[in-house]
């Protein structure tokens, strides 16, 4: 193999090093140092170190080895970053077995579609900038291989210019072509789910607050409600087994047949409400962010019975739906005897303590609303404190952090509460969700995983469920000011993450810094990875007003046009080429005018000669311009340009210009 | 020194008379330090001007006529044993002159016609071992007669481009000759005065390669070569000696012109005497149709496109 | 069936193609010679694009989508800069030197601009790729680093004019997405000398002079050295044998032989056999041999004569005509796949 043909595979080679490098978390260790290794192999050929490439029974051993290796481990990583691990490792035997072109172009294909995966896993704009560059280095590759002898910074140069084309034609055919809908349900990747889990065991909320990753982004229509009023409901925990609280397998048998009947809850609603779009990050679950009330006519959204909107396919990227929250209707249209059945089972073990003093508790307080009254003011009444560093509470979490600990974090007191209630025979449940969020001049806000809350809500016959916030009653600045001064006292915020920017609020530029770039984020969120079918739609409406089938096929055609004059505009220089040398331009514009009179210089003429030979032909005012002319051009063209000779450029424009006018109809 | 040359030109078309242009070309080629071939029927002058160009410029001349019984001995030189030293004496030929005239160079055999083209070639010639060097300023004016009679040996192909160029006389025009008729009859024609003397003339020469050429004459020269290379119609391509000699052809010719730089047409002056030689593959005579540096110039523009 | 389904289709295509691009000596691509469509490697990507396109609506991903719109628009302009950059191309024919019957004949390719701009440079960037219809390719040369002409060999088969095949040029530049093409007849006869097979001088054929074959060493170089004789007064002193003087010999004059102008003639009747082929080739040899030798000889072809000379014209002349004999009168040109 020559080594000129070597650049373009060390091109590759390299590239997909550091394809690897930004896929580091869906990645297996493993199959990253075959990558490695496959690399350093590509540098010694090319650095002559090494002539031979590895045998191919060798290749095929480990290939084999490889794939029983990863047929194991990808039973528990799933189909989606099996996948991956898959095509990142038939990456790297195929760069260790490089001996065709075939097979060089292969790899390039594979590390484009990497990069393709590689926005499954990693959406934000730093990353987008990574792959282009890595799309570059690709392309740049390719263009090594066809032209192997190529200056690096030309081919550089070409490629750029290249992908500069390309780039406002993707983002017409983005804007234009059809957003249609999921076509199939695609594996979802089991590894990374991210935020509120199906279970809580209360100070599992703890290891969410260690995270400043972001959650979601709302934007509202109109000002930003009080913090206190948000309470992003995400999902509802019916089922307590004295220790953790979960999805109550009822409801979820509930769900799946509603799915499946395609039934979506659908109450009548009416008030006071709010518009808003979130944007989420993806977090490889259904369930969605919203305030109650919610209505979304997003596509591939469904309601619940308990209130809660879901995406009837996983999020696995950055997902964008529009909410309309009425946020003053009571959450009573569900059909009482499923709730309350629910909400009312309690587990025989555990908890002995709380499970008396409830008892006694009630028996001098029958009214419910007296006996909530009396609850509250025991949590108000103790010295009940909020923390991010809870104790342990193993054998009977409840009675150990009523009566032993008194110190705990939201989903303690909600989970201690909300037992109380179902003790006292009220119904009761747990909510998970986000509370609050970091509010922007530009109404969005920015909720954060540290964020995340847990609640209660209690049914009450007459008015249905009712939200109830312990927390609230314990540290009230949680609820108002957010986690990071509910725990100010012991400095327990994003203790973890020293580096972390909003860890850094406190210092000015940095959270200005942190701001503005929340600020490009939320741009790049709604314009970009939220470009939807309804964005499309406003965005046709915008420019066509009302949306009739002519006027999108005018657009339709009208942006085909754009493309193909796009295209010929960048071919220009096929029928406008480049005018290298402007003095035999301008004198070349000169004969033009003389041969409009049958006045042709010969090829074979120098530009002396010529102008002799006509000299008797033209009138004398003629010949003497003329005269000029070519003596202006022949000092430019032939002659040593220095300081008696200086470049007379701009005279020669004037002379020609001049004769071009005065010579146009007659020249005698 | 431009005044000078023009009274040499002028000087030595008393001599021969209406063929100024031709008179031109000869000066260029010795400035450029090249030798010349000049190819006609005979009894059109080529002794004559040959011999007015060397008094003109105050060089040495010789003679030597060339025929098929010609050694290269004979022109180089011999060494003649000497009976009374006892050792042999190298006897310079007529070649050791600043300017020799060929005549007729092709009636002598190819080894006697080597022998000469060695030493233009070389500017020295070796006998038995010893080395002797040419005089400096050195010229060969061979001349040659265009008719393939019998007994006569052509130079050979390969041979000929070392002469620089190669002209034609041809016949007088009538004023011309009548004027020659006339002085004839008048007075004898005597040898023209001399206007430059040697030391001038290689000072002259000296500066020809210091004639500016911009790379618009220079991509000219080389469309004309690079023309010659592709097409079909010339067998023998233009070779990058032939493209070096065209270019200081143009220069001396250029400095005739009394310019310091070269424009196309000092080119095209030169072109059909620096190349047509060398384009042609055997010497058959040319006639101007079917001219083939003619040809080349019609082919390729003046101007860049 | 196949084969001749094959070899019909062969021809429909030829045909097509000598309407399409007639034959010229010089080409320059445009519209109508410049074939254009995706390379395998062009069609892959495209598969991919589509990949991604279905992935990233599957996904809800606009940033896949976004890739497989760029990758499209990259598809497209590729396209045009594929084109553009290959229509650039100019070619023309050099000049071909006669070869001989079943030796490669090499065709000399011109490119760039040769008349009108002094671009030594080709404009067309990227490999470009040379190989004769529906053969193999021959020669790969790079527009950063080659040197006009570009030569491509041809086999040859039979003696007489030969017309060459279509060549075939192709660039995958810029990324190799696209393969341009173009398959250029180009207007030359090709003179193809006989295969020449050695054999003797046939001796009766030296029918002018008394002399044979033998002698014709002595024939050539007329100014060699040959004897001495004693010096007469009068004699060149530029003859005298000096070295001779010097060992004290007396005074002798060197004596060179003569030029001997004894012409030999190959007539074809001498060599005719059954096979007219056979005792042309061998013709080709001697004529070829005496060249060597710068013997005098002429050719008898029938009633074609070419009077005895020397010199490499000579050769030619004989070499051509006895290319085009044929017993019958006219030769014609042919196609020779």
Known sequence: MKRTANTAHLILSINLLLLTLTLFEPIMFWVSILVLVSVLIRIALFLEWHKHLPKTSTINLLALLSALVLAYTGWHLGLLLSMVNLLVMSGALKLMMMRKVRDFLILALVQIFIIGCGFIFNQGIFYALIYVSQLFIILLSLSFHVSPSGAIHKQSKRIGLLMLQAFPIAVLLFLVLPQIGPLWKMPGNNGAKTGISDTITPGDFAQLSMSDDLVFRAAFESDIPDKQALYWRTLVY??????????????????ERMEAGNYNYSPGLYGASLQYDVIMEPSHQNWLYTLDIPRSDTEQTWFSHDYQLQSRILVTSKFKYSVRSFTEMPLNFTPYYTDTNINLMLPQRYNPETQSWVAALRARYPDDQAFIEVVEAFFVREKFSYTLKPRAMLLNPVDEFLFQYQAGFCSHYASAYAYIMRLAGIPARLVGGYQGGEARENNYISVYQYDAHAWVEIYLPDRGWIRKDPTALVSPERISLGLESAVAHENSFLEDSPMSLAKLKSIAIFNRLRLLMADVDFFWSSWVLGFDQQRQFTLFKMLAGKLTTGRVVAISLATLTLICALLLLFNYRVWLPKIENRHLHLYNQALKTLSRHGLNRLPQEGPDSFQSRIHGRISEQCAEDFRHITKLFIFHEYAPSSETNPDRLPELKIAVNSFKRRYRFSIK | MQTQLEQAIEAISQVVLGKKHQIKLALTCLLAKGHLLIEDLPGMGKTSLSQAIASTIGLEFNRVQFTSDLMPADIIGISIFDNTSKEFAFHKGPLFSQMLLADEINRASPKTQSALLEAMEEHQVSVDGTTWPLPNPFFVIATQNPLHQSGTYPLPESQLDRFFMRIQLGYPDWQSERQMLMELTSHSTMPPKTIIDTTQFLDIQSQIPKINTSAAVIDYILRLVTFSRESEEFPNPLSPRASKAILLAAKAWAFLSSRDYVIPEDVQAVLPSVAEHRLRSSFSSANAADNLSNKLMESVDTLAA | MMLKLGSWWNRRLERWLNNRIPDDRRFQMNMSNVFIFPS???????????????????????????LAYFLLAIFLVTLLNSYANFARLKVQLGKVKPAYAGSECALPLWLGENDKKAIAALNCHGRLHFRLWQQPVQRSIESEQYSNPVVILVETRRRGYFIPPRITIESYYPIGLFRCWTHLRFKAQILVYP??????????????????????????????????????????LNRVAWKLVAKGQEMMTKQFADANHAAIWLDLKNYLTDDLELAISQLTWLAIDLSQRQACFGLRLGQTEVTPDTGNSHLETCLEKLSLYSPNGQAKAEYQP
């Open chain 3, 195 to 236: 295969n020449p097979i050695p054999c003797d001088l046939r001796t009766e054929s030296l029918t002018t002079t008394d002399e044979d074959g033998a002698q014709l060493s002595t024939s050539i170089g007329n100014t060699d050295f040959d004897s001495l004789k004693p010096y007469t007064p009068g004699e060149s």
């Open chain 3, 40 to 66: 395998k490697f062009g069609i892959a990507f495209c598969l991919l694009c589509g990949l991604l396109f279905i992935l990233g609506t599957n996904y809800r991903n606009n940033l896949m989508l976004l």
């Open chain 1, 238 to 255: 019916e089922a307590f087994d004295g220790k953790s609280w979960s999805v109550s397998r009822h409801r979820a048998r509930e769900k």
